[in-house]
C-alpha cells in the first residue's frame, strides 16, 4: 500500500536536441492523488483518489474498501512510515479489521511492490504526454490503474514480482 501524488504538470522523459525545443505544457499544479494497496498475486488494485490531501481518514477509507471484500484469508499491508499511515485511528482502525499493518524500515521504498508500479504509470501516463485538462490528466491516470490486471497484466506480470535481490555475503572492496 502506498500513495502517489501525480501533479498536472509537464512530466519530460528524455529531452536531447541541439536546437531549442519548446514544450506544451498545461498550466497550474493540480494534483492527482492515488493511495492504493495492490494484491501481490493477482496485481488487483484497490484505490483511494482525490485532490487535496491524503491523510489518516483517507487510509482508514482504503481499509474499510479492503474490509469489505470479504477475503477468507488473513490481509497483510505492506507500506512506508508516513506519518498519515503510522497515526493512532489508523492503527486503531487497522486492529479492529483484522488487518495486519507491516511497515518496511526506513529509506526503502524498493521493497514495496507498489512503488514499481507508480513507476510503471508515469511512464505509461507522464512521460513526454500532453493532457489538454485536469480531467482527461486524471482519466489517463484512472484508466491506467483500472488495467492492471487485464491490459497490462503482461507487463506488469514481469515487473510486480516477489523476487527481490538479496545479499546472502558481503563483498568488501579495499581501495
Same mark, same amino acid.
Given at each position: 500500500?502506498?500513495?502517489?501524488?501525480?501533479?498536472?504538470?509537464?512530466?519530460?522523459?528524455?529531452?536531447?536536441?541541439?536546437?531549442?525545443?519548446?514544450?506544451?505544457?498545461?498550466?497550474?499544479?493540480?494534483?492527482?492523488?492515488?493511495?492504493?494497496?495492490?494484491?501481490?498475486?493477482?496485481?488487483?488494485?484497490?484505490?483511494?483518489?482525490?485532490?487535496?490531501?491524503?491523510?489518516?481518514?483517507?487510509?482508514?477509507?482504503?481499509?474499510?474498501?479492503? &474490509?469489505?471484500?470479504?477475503? $477468507?484469508?488473513?490481509?497483510?499491508?505492506?507500506?512506508?512510515?508516513?506519518? &498519515?499511515?503510522?497515526?493512532?485511528?489508523?492503527?486503531?482502525?487497522?486492529?479492529?479489521?483484522?488487518?495486519?499493518?507491516? %511497515?518496511?524500515?526506513?529509506?526503502?521504498?524498493?521493497?514495496?511492490?507498489?512503488?514499481?508500479?507508480?513507476?510503471?504509470?508515469?511512464?505509461?501516463?507522464? &512521460?513526454?504526454? &500532453?493532457? $489538454?485538462? %485536469?480531467?482527461?490528466?486524471?482519466?489517463?491516470?484512472?484508466?491506467?490503474?483500472?488495467?492492471?490486471?487485464?491490459?497490462?497484466?503482461?507487463?506488469?506480470?514481469?515487473?510486480?514480482?516477489?523476487? %527481490?535481490?538479496? %545479499?546472502?555475503?558481503?563483498?568488501?572492496?579495499?581501495?
Amino acid at each position: 500500500m502506498d500513495a502517489a501524488h501525480f501533479v498536472f504538470a509537464p512530466f519530460l522523459g528524455f529531452v536531447w536536441c541541439f536546437t531549442r525545443l519548446f514544450v506544451k505544457a498545461p498550466t497550474g499544479r493540480k494534483r492527482f492523488n492515488v493511495l492504493a494497496a495492490l494484491n501481490a498475486i493477482t496485481h488487483e488494485l484497490i484505490t483511494v483518489t482525490n485532490q487535496s490531501y491524503i491523510n489518516g481518514q483517507s487510509v482508514c477509507e482504503l481499509l474499510f474498501a479492503l &474490509y469489505t471484500l470479504n477475503l $477468507e484469508i488473513p490481509i497483510t499491508l505492506v507500506l512506508d512510515n508516513a506519518r &498519515y499511515q503510522r497515526c493512532r485511528i489508523v492503527q486503531d482502525l487497522a486492529a479492529q479489521l483484522d488487518i495486519e499493518l507491516l %511497515f518496511l524500515p526506513a529509506y526503502s521504498p524498493n521493497l514495496n511492490l507498489i512503488e514499481r508500479l507508480w513507476k510503471f504509470v508515469k511512464k505509461q501516463c507522464l &512521460y513526454a504526454k &500532453y493532457y $489538454e485538462d %485536469f480531467n482527461a490528466f486524471k482519466n489517463a491516470i484512472s484508466t491506467c490503474l483500472g488495467q492492471t490486471d487485464t491490459t497490462h497484466r503482461q507487463a506488469l506480470d514481469s515487473l510486480l514480482t516477489l523476487r %527481490f535481490q538479496t %545479499f546472502d555475503e558481503s563483498l568488501f572492496v579495499n581501495p
